[in-house]
C-alpha cells in the first residue's frame, strides 16, 4: 500500500511527486508512455534536437513569482538564460519591444503611448496586486476569475492599439476576450513582465531532474503502465493492481472519466462535455549557418505566429534552429492526405509570415518538421494547449475543484486553475494542501 500513486510523469504530476516524497509519503509514480516528461518532451531529426511543449519562462528574477517555486523544486540551477524584453509584438506593421519589470514596463510601452502612461501605470499595477497574493495558499481564489479580461482592459486602456499589443504578447493563452477571466490573464501575463527566460538545455531536463529527486527521496516511478481503471484506493492497469490511501490524477479530467466507475454519470458527463481551448501547430527549422542572426527574446506577430529561438551553441550567434508557433481552432481528425496537406500548407503560410520579421528566413530553411494538435493527443492525451476553458461568465462551471466526489480520488494539472509552469505549480500545492493539510505545506514551503 502506497501513501499516494500519482498517474501521469509529466511537470504537475512529478513535482506532486516531489512535495510528496519530500514530506515523508510513499509515492508511487505511473505513466503510459516509455519516459517521463509529458508536454516536457523532445524529438530528434536528421541529427538535430527539437524541444516540445517549453519555450521560454517569466518571473525567474530573485522573489520573482516562479523564481522560489523553481528553488524549491531545484529547478533554479539549471542553465537559464535570460532574455532582453518580455517579447517583441508586431502588429499592424509595427513592432513594439516589451520590456521586462513593472516600472521598466509601464515607462517602456509609455514610450510608445505616451498619452496612455498613467493608463499603463494603473493596468501594471492592477497585474502587480493580482499576482502578488500567489503565495497566500489559504486564499479563496473563486471569486477573482469572475472578472473580465477585456472588460479590465477595455476599461484601462483607452487606446484601440494599445489593446491590442496588450493581447497579443505570446501563445500563453488562449485569447478568447469573450470569455478570458481576468485572474488568469494577470497570473500568466505577470511573470513575464516581471522577467523572461529561455532554457539553454532540452526541456525534458526539467522533468528529469523532478524525477531524479522523487527517486532519491524514496518514491518510486514506473513507465509503459497504462492505467485502465481506478476504484477507491486502488488502480488498475491490465493485470496490475496498484494500492493507495490517496489517488492523485495529472491527466486530462475528460480522459480520467472512463477510468472510475465509481463517479456518477452526470459529474462524467459535466467534465467530459468542457470546452477545451485551441491547439497548436509548430513549424521546427533548421537552418543554414551564418543566415540568420538570434534574436534574444520571443516574438509576436498579429497574434497569427510566434516565433521562439533556441540558445544557440556558436561564438558568433548565428540560430542554428527555431520553431515557429500557429494557434489553430480546427484541424484534420485524421492522418489522411488532407492532413498532410493541410500540414504543408499551415507550415508555409508560418515561414511567410515570420519572413516579414527576419528577411531571407525562406532561403535560410534547410529542413521543415511539423507537430500538430494530433501530436499533442498522441503523446499527451489532449490536442487542447491550455486545458479546459475558464470561462468568467460560468465559473463554478469551468474552474474545477482538485476534489472529485470519489473519496480519496484528487486532479492536478493545467485544467485545474491555472496552466502554464506557474499554474500547474500552484495547482500542485493546492492539492497537496488538502489532502495533507495547509500548515503541512506552508511549514514545508517555509511560508
Not at 509601464?106 to 497585474?127: D, I, S, V
Request: net charge neutral.
Amino acid at each position: 500500500m502506497y501513501d499516494a500513486i500519482v498517474i501521469g510523469a509529466g511537470v504537475s504530476g512529478l513535482m506532486c511527486a516531489n512535495i510528496l516524497s519530500r514530506i515523508g509519503a510513499h509515492v508511487l509514480v505511473l505513466e503510459k508512455e516509455p519516459r517521463t516528461g509529458g508536454m516536457l518532451q523532445g524529438f530528434s531529426r536528421g541529427g538535430t534536437a527539437f524541444d516540445t511543449g517549453l519555450h521560454y519562462v517569466g518571473g525567474l528574477g530573485p522573489g520573482e513569482s516562479l523564481e522560489w517555486v523553481f528553488r524549491y523544486h531545484n529547478l533554479t540551477v539549471l542553465t537559464w538564460k535570460r532574455l532582453d524584453f518580455s517579447e517583441e509584438v508586431i502588429t499592424g506593421g509595427k513592432s513594439y519591444l516589451i520590456p521586462c519589470g513593472y516600472d521598466s514596463f509601464a515607462e517602456g510601452m509609455a514610450e510608445y503611448f505616451p498619452h496612455q502612461r498613467e493608463n499603463l501605470k494603473c493596468f501594471t499595477a492592477e497585474l502587480k496586486n493580482i499576482s502578488g497574493g500567489i503565495r497566500n495558499l489559504e486564499k479563496d481564489r473563486l471569486p477573482l476569475y469572475g472578472r473580465s479580461a477585456a472588460g479590465f482592459i477595455e476599461e484601462t486602456i483607452s487606446d484601440k492599439t494599445l489593446r491590442k499589443v496588450l493581447t497579443s504578447m505570446g501563445p500563453r493563452m488562449e485569447m478568447r476576450l469573450e470569455s478570458l477571466p481576468l485572474y488568469e490573464y494577470a497570473m500568466i501575463t505577470a511573470p513575464f513582465i516581471e522577467s523572461a527566460w529561455r532554457l539553454n538545455a532540452p526541456s525534458h531536463t526539467i522533468t528529469d531532474t523532478l524525477a531524479r529527486q522523487v527517486v532519491e527521496n524514496g518514491g518510486e516511478i514506473k513507465c509503459g503502465i497504462a492505467v485502465d481503471g481506478i476504484m477507491q484506493h486502488e488502480v488498475h492497469a491490465k493485470d496490475q493492481t496498484f494500492k493507495a490511501e490517496e489517488i492523485i490524477s495529472s491527466i486530462p479530467p475528460a480522459n480520467l472519466m472512463p477510468m472510475v466507475n465509481q463517479l456518477r454519470n452526470i459529474y462524467k458527463k459535466r467534465i467530459v462535455s468542457l470546452p477545451q481551448t485551441e491547439g497548436m501547430f509548430t513549424v521546427y527549422l533548421t537552418l543554414s549557418p551564418g543566415a540568420i542572426q538570434y534574436v534574444n527574446h520571443s516574438i509576436s506577430i498579429d497574434n497569427k505566429v510566434f516565433i521562439h529561438f533556441n540558445v544557440p551553441d556558436n561564438p558568433d550567434n548565428w540560430a542554428t534552429k527555431m520553431e515557429l508557433m500557429m494557434p489553430v481552432q480546427d484541424w484534420p481528425q485524421a492522418r489522411s492526405d488532407d492532413y498532410s496537406s493541410w500540414k504543408d500548407d499551415l507550415a508555409r503560410e508560418a515561414v511567410a509570415i515570420a519572413q516579414t520579421r527576419l528577411p531571407g528566413l525562406s532561403s535560410a530553411v534547410k529542413e521543415i518538421y511539423t507537430s500538430s494538435p494530433l501530436t499533442w493527443q498522441r503523446y499527451t492525451g489532449s490536442a487542447s494547449s491550455f486545458g479546459i476553458r475558464k470561462d468568467y461568465r460560468s465559473v463554478l462551471t469551468t474552474v474545477l475543484s482538485p476534489r472529485t466526489p470519489l473519496p480519496h480520488l484528487w486532479l492536478i494539472g493545467q485544467s485545474i486553475g491555472l496552466h502554464g509552469m506557474l499554474g500547474v505549480s500552484m495547482t500542485v500545492f493546492n492539492t497537496v494542501s488538502q489532502i495533507y493539510g495547509l500548515e503541512t505545506i506552508r511549514k514545508e514551503l517555509s511560508l
